[in-house]
């Protein structure tokens, strides 16, 4: 059982002022792009734990120890005492310090039910145990391993996102059940069937239990679950329940991964419950902890001794620095950074950073690249080929012209023999890889390639036939992907991610790739190829802060003014169907339209349906669909896939999406497909366009930032059209906000493990 130690106020790791809940991002598929504080350093929080070890000695010599030793601590001066428990001090110091030089074992800051599963999963792995050892029944048993999907013989490890949602099969009757719950609390009845999917066969019983298990439900608010478990409980629940305080708790922890956290401050936990009439929120903590709802971290001791640093902290405050300290002008310690999170990107994070420290360590110098390297196309492609040579890991940044360096690496590398492969974000990535190396099968979709729909497929281990393996777009990996894709290659295959640190980050939980770049893990290599043409001028300056005019003799970047929201979607619809394809020769069908949000007076819904007006009329007669429309299709959180619409009958939609015939159940299609000529900046990332039209229109400004003026304006390949109505919020965005913050604990983890030839 995992107690939370009491710990000094530290800094939010929200993205919004403390006791407050997060924001819905404003693109509604993705969180709003961030970066992690830094991780605090490990050395001064073990000088904190060490001097709260000693700080009980001190007092013995001074007199307060047992009687048996007061002669001899009478003896010394009140100087003399401190002098030596200072020297006492520093050797406790130095050999805590000395311990941290060694091998650090990844996985040992996890508690409660990641702790188990991570030793369940090594278990398994060094055959201490058969995995169906971990199963109450064989058919619970995972199923044989097959050579080309992902390997079913390692239950215990993340799985990849899957391609439709999980929804329990549930049977006829226990939705019925659910349904009667429901109306039983005064909840609608249309709950009951994701109600099921979420909690499985026994969702009624559970939710008569404990009503505030409806908080599990995407979309319910904890004043709906309040109302329902008040309808079913009566007087016998209180705010103060600890039912309701440990679903709220998983909850909050819920509600930050979709703004990108892994893991949140206690203190803003218990901030945000007492927001929600929790009377004693550290309390409610401490039952989340203890009941498994949260796993708690301390970021940078020794979990070995968790309350060491709180010995002396009986109010949350740190220990009071010493005279002899204060004279020696020694700092001190930093205030411990305590964090809670959720047991799936716990272990997620800590099987990335083992992974990563694995490919790493078990590379080995390949065959002589040298003439693959002088007969790269660029310097900077150069530089990359020698340095993935010799290195397990490397993170290669740059914009979009950058994106041939890599195409020349993986073509050196198939020239070499070596089983080499691209993995990129969309369909359109995927094809300008290919282009660009020349060979179809050298380009994936990164979720082509984890569902084994695309690439090699697996060898008889399970792992990923290949010895090189490159990741565009690495920016949109999220840390359960990032997880499952290493435990997917071998020791000794090279992986490179490559990206552009300053788009929008991935829309689930982490920032893997700033997360590897910050924490200086391995080599990089920074591109200095710049992106071209005026487009590419205007982008590398909002990169760095800075919105400048450029000069377009071509009208590849154009301004358009507007009043009000109204103007901003009649003038879109003009650019789109009319003026680009005069000026441009580019086809509506190869423009796209960029705005802030879905909602909104010139969100994706309305631009979408001024466009279809405009461009493909019809009455919608399959689910608000006709053949001809541009669509995007959402098979799992955060992948947004265009297509357009072919035909539907009784098997549901059918859609072309990059030239794949893609089936969607007519179930499905309410919350899976949407119109796509007007999309979400998030939605965009990883994809270009000949043509792009971004709407900013006036209620915009609030969700501008540098990362996503950076990524919409971005998308266009020959021409941009900016219709303007922000007035200075553009220029201001730009300037004076970058990205938000995300709270991850997987740049610690990357630093806490020694690897060879780590970048200085």
Known sequence: MTALPGETPGTVGTDTPQGTEPPAATDAEGPAHAEAPDAAEAEPEAEAEAEAEVAGETGDAAGDGPAGEAP?????????????????????????????????????????????????????????KAGTEFFDSPAAAPAPRRAAPAPAGQPLRPAPAPAAPVDRTASPEATDAVRAVLTEGGAPEALARPATGTLGEQAAELLRADPWQLLAVPGVRPEQADGFARALLGAACGPDDERRTAALVGWLLERAALQGHTALDAEAVRAALAERAVSDPEEAVRNAVEEGVALVFQEGTDPTEPDAVYEDEEDGEAPAETEAEAEAGSEAPEPVQVLLGLDRYALAEESLADGLARLMNACEKGADWAEAAAAAPSPSAAELIRTAATAGLVAHSGGEAARAEPA??????????????????????????????????????????????????????????????????????DVEGAAVLVEALADGVRLVLSGDPGVLGSAGA????????????????????????????????????ELTQVEAPGKEVVIVPVRDAGEAVHRTVQLVADSVPRAFSIPAADTQVITVGHGGAAGTRVLNEALKQRLNPGPGRFGGFDPGDRVIHVPAPGRAVPGVVRSADAEGLHLECGGVPVVVPQERVESAVRHGWALSAHQAAGMRWPAAVVVLPGDAAAGLSRPWVYTAFGRGERHLSVVHGVDQALPHAVAQIPAQERTTRLRALLEAVPTPDAAS
């Open 510 to 545: 982490g920032r893997v790739f700033a997360d590897v770049l910050a924490a200086r893990a391995c080599p990089q290599v920074v591109s200095r190829t710049p992106d071209p043409g005026p487009i590419g001028e205007l982008v590398s300056g909002i990169g760095i802060g």
């Open 72 to 128: 001899a601590a009478a003896a010394l001066s009140e100087a003399q005492a401190e002098l030596a428990a200072q020297r006492e001090l520093r050797e406790k110091i130095a050999k805590r310090k000395a311990e941290k030089e060694g091998p650090v074992a990844a996985g040992t800051k996890l508690s409660g039910p990641a702790a188990d599963l991570l030793a369940a999963v090594r278990a398994v792995e060094s055959g201490e």
């Open 408 to 477: 020349a690496l993986i073509a050196a590398a198939r020239g070499l023999g070596l089983r080499a492969l691209g993995a990129t974000h969309s369909a359109d990535g995927r094809r300008r890889l290919a282009d660009a190396v020349g060979a179809p099968d050298a380009a994936v979709t990164l979720a082509g390639l984890l569902s084994a729909t695309e690439g090699p497929g697996r060898d008889e281990d399970g792992a990923l036939a290949l010895d090189l393996l490159v990741v565009l777009d690495a920016p949109q990996l």
